[in-house]
């Protein structure tokens, strides 16, 4: 006997829709499943052959060929457990096959036929609604990220005993409402009003915020560089729905969605080590690529600490999706593209002992020593680095001051109106820092004398073409959180403000 279910399995952050054909035939009793499986999928043979029995349902003394189609993609995770154990059930007969069709079955099986939840619910739910399919039957704990979607009947199951009374009409399950999980996230971003001094720098986060520019901030040790980088996320304007679930499906499909949580509400941070590896910052492994730290940090901050200290290869591989907003990751016979539209914030030391140019401590470091220690920054990194930004060490009234300066609220209203200018004239991109040359000739409409400072500047910082478009976008943010229609001379010149110095260009 013959039957056949869909299910789906995660490709990067989207998904791909599975086939899972069963015949039974006479032969050497056994179970083989074909069609590309890894070792998860291959090893679904114990699982469901003890979730049957556990479940008090007939296993077939006969020959079982499961084929997953289409063949000739890897199938990779234990999502596919539930749909192989009902397409065995119905090629035994014991579920009609008109009972199966419209359904998408996905979960892991347990021995006792429990239902565990699995990664990937929501981009598997995304694209069984773009390719006509109605109704999924799925564990108890994966059904509310499922009903996210609007358009599909959702089934939740607590074992496999309760899917198949279902689906042989025995039990009745009410599906899940369609809805937005109740209440805001829990916020746990720093806020400004914390961080003392450091005027210079808050004013280059606001504007880091407004227009999505990358930001390096350099100083001694213990001048709060850290601290500024994680105020970041709380001058950030919330994420739209739109938003929302595309980053919620990059973290289901890794399996990063923490528990209990069904839809992330804010901004991602990602701060990895510097000891993070090549793969594990652009995304990889084995079998199909899963997401790296720049595609975790998708429509939120990238921040990299100690940042001369990350391996040269790992930063020169963010050069190209800084640019282009996504990457590409191209394995055997496997081609995944991720997303990665982030802000990139690094801090850093001005000298390996940290205290070039401190007034109360000494640099040790020899010359050459400061050279090799900012050489490890290459020349295109750094032309990708649209605010570069010093912080002193405070004084000793700024330390026994009671306070620091606005709150993230105050600076966030700020923000969120200059972002709203933005949509408005792009739609997509969403920030200036997104806009291409085209649009940079279109948008950034200089005054005379903004155009006669800017002309002065590119033969006095030697810009590139490249770092000519980003003092033209960030002016054009600087304008934005003004309000001003045309770039004037003072937001040219607070662009420039923040160019490299020359330690950098040494």
């Known amino acids: 006997m013959f039957a056949r279910v869909l299910s789906g399995t995660p490709f990067g952050v989207d998904a791909v829709l599975v086939e899972v054909q069963c015949d039974i035939s006479p032969g050497i009793p056994g179970l083989s499943i074909v069609g590309l499986p890894d070792k998860e999928v291959s090893e679904a043979r114990e699982r469901i052959r003890s979730a049957l029995k556990n479940s008090g349902l007939p296993f077939p003394d006969l020959r079982v060929t499961v084929n997953l189609a289409p063949a000739d993609l890897r199938k990779e995770g234990v999502g596919l457990d539930l749909a192989l154990a009902v397409a065995l059930l119905g090629a035994m007969g014991e579920i009609p096959q008109e009972r199966l069709d419209g359904f998408l079955f996905l979960g892991e099986l347990s021995l006792d036929g429990k239902l565990r939840p699995v990664r990937g619910v929501l981009p598997v739910a995304l694209k069984a609604k773009e390719e006509g399919v109605g109704r999924m039957l799925v564990p108890v704990d994966s059904a509310p990220e499922a009903a996210l979607v609007e358009g599909i009947e959702v089934y939740p199951a607590e074992d496999l005993s309760e899917a198949f009374s279902f689906l042989v009409g025995e039990k009745e399950i ?22 003392k001094g450091q005027i210079h720098a808050r004013r280059a986060l606001e504007i880091a915020a407004a227009g999505g520019h990358n930001l390096i901030i350099v100083g001694p040790p213990g001048t709060g560089k850290s601290l500024l980088a994680r105020c970041l996320p709380g001058i950030l304007p919330g994420l739209s729905l739109e938003e929302a679930l595309e980053v919620t499906r990059i973290y289901s499909a890794a399996g990063l969605l923490p528990k209990g949580v069904t839809l992330l509400r804010e901004r991602p941070f990602r701060a990895p080590h510097h000891t993070i590896s090549y793969a594990g910052m652009v995304g990889g492994g084995a079998g199909v690529p899963v997401p790296g730290e720049i595609t975790l940090a998708h429509l939120g901050v990238l921040f990299l600490d100690e940042l001369p200290e990350f391996d040269r290869k790992v930063l020169e591989a963010l050069r190209q999706p800084l640019e282009d907003r996504v990457i590409t990751i191209t394995r055997a016979g496997v081609s995944v593209t991720f997303p990665a539209s982030f802000t990139l914030v690094g801090a850093m030391n001005p000298c390996p002992c940290g205290y070039l140019g401190d007034p109360h401590h000494a640099c ?30 405070l004084s000793r009234e700024e330390l026994l001051g009671e306070g620091g300066g606005e709150p993230s609220a105050e600076v966030r209203k700020r923000v969120e109106e200059a972002r709203r200018i933005q949509r408005e004239r792009f739609g997509i991109p969403r920030t200036n820092a997104e806009m291409d040359l085209r649009q940079v000739k279109t948008y950034c409409v200089l005054s005379p004398e903004a155009k006669s400072i800017l002309s002065r500047a590119i033969d006095h910082y030697g810009l590139s073409a490249r770092a000519y478009s980003r003092v033209l976008k960030v002016s054009r943010t600087i304008a934005d959180l003004e309000g001003s229609d045309i770039i004037r001379p003072e937001h040219v010149a607070e662009a420039l403000q923040y160019r490299p110095q020359k330690e950098v260009e040494t």
């Open 174 to 195: 009410e599906p899940v409402p369609h809805g937005l999980p109740e209440g805001p996230s829990p916020k746990t971003w720093i806020d400004l009003a914390l961080v």
């Open 364 to 393: 040790k470091c020899l010359p050459f020593e400061i050279q090799r220690y900012w050489k490890k920054l290459s020349g295109p990194f750094l032309d990708r680095i649209d605010l570069y930004v010093k912080v002193p060490r």
